[in-house]
């Protein structure tokens, strides 16, 4: 069995975006030399995301709306959480949009449909993160 | 062994809960209220679509599961059930399933 290990480092310079992290999985896949398998892309942070859906703008601000209603920033007060920290919302965030992918490998390539399209959604940014992404197969 | 199952489409899910009709009617209204389909103008998305609303619900739903296979099965609790959530119907569309494994 083949395997490769990569750890991704991001810097958001805002508190909240969405990255696409797309190209660099492809590439990773085809350096592994994994034919038949499966790749694990997730957060290494519990205020960020990693998730699959379309590379659209328009849908892109309408999730940033829908979390910010879901689960509010501010006040920063109505969270206990909030103590020393303010990012409780950036973690309840994060657990609508999911932690990690599994993405099937078939041919040596990522076994996508037509529009689907692998982001890294930061929450609560402004400071170096990463992102793990582990190939496994044959 | 595992097996992962998707949905190919991001309006689409693969999920695992309770095989029980009270609780997919009180998911389809949990949803509706959590990222209602109507006014399709209240999205950016939907200039040329109007399916915004299928794309957030699959996000709660999820993507995708992951499940056990021992001794040849599926690994489940008493309970578990594979679904496949369709958030924006009425085309082809498709699931993978991908078992690896010895």
Not at chain 1, 68 to 75: F, I, V
Not at chain 1, 77 to 105: F, P, T, W
Not at chain 2, 37 to 48: C, D, L, M, V
Not at chain 2, 70 to 77: E, I, K, P, S, V
Request: net charge negative; glycine share 6%.
């Amino acid at each position: 069995m083949k395997s490769l290990t990569k750890e991704i480092w991001m810097n958001v310079p805002q508190r909240r975006a969405i990255v696409s992290i797309h190209n660099e999985v492809e590439r990773l896949v085809e350096q592994s030399g994994v034919r038949d398998g499966l790749v694990l892309v997730n957060a290494m942070h519990i205020t960020a995301s990693v998730f699959i859906n379309d590379n659209e703008s328009g849908l892109h601000h309408d999730y940033e709306v829908w979390l910010e209603k879901l689960a509010p920033e501010k006040p920063y007060s109505q969270y206990q959480h909030n103590g020393s920290e303010d990012n409780a919302d950036a973690h309840l965030k994060r657990q609508v949009m999911g932690r990690e992918v599994v993405v099937a490998i078939t041919d040596g390539k990522l076994h996508l449909g037509p529009w689907e399209h692998i982001f890294y959604y930061e929450f609560d940014g402004n400071r170096k993160k990463r992102l793990l992404v582990k190939i496994i197969g044959e | 062994m595992i097996c992962l199952s998707n949905a190919m489409h991001i309006t689409a899910s693969v999920f695992i809960n309770d095989d029980e009709p009270g609780l997919h009617q009180d998911f389809e209204v949990w949803l509706e209220r959590l990222a209602p389909e109507k006014p399709y103008s209240q999205y950016r998305h939907n200039t040329a679509e109007d399916n915004a609303d299928a794309h957030l619900k699959r996000t709660v739903m999820g993507r995708e599961v992951v499940v056990a296979v021992t001794a040849g099965q599926l690994d489940f609790g008493p309970w578990e059930q594979i679904f496949y959530g369709e958030f924006d119907g009425k085309r082809d569309k498709r699931v993978l399933v991908k078992i690896i494994g010895e």
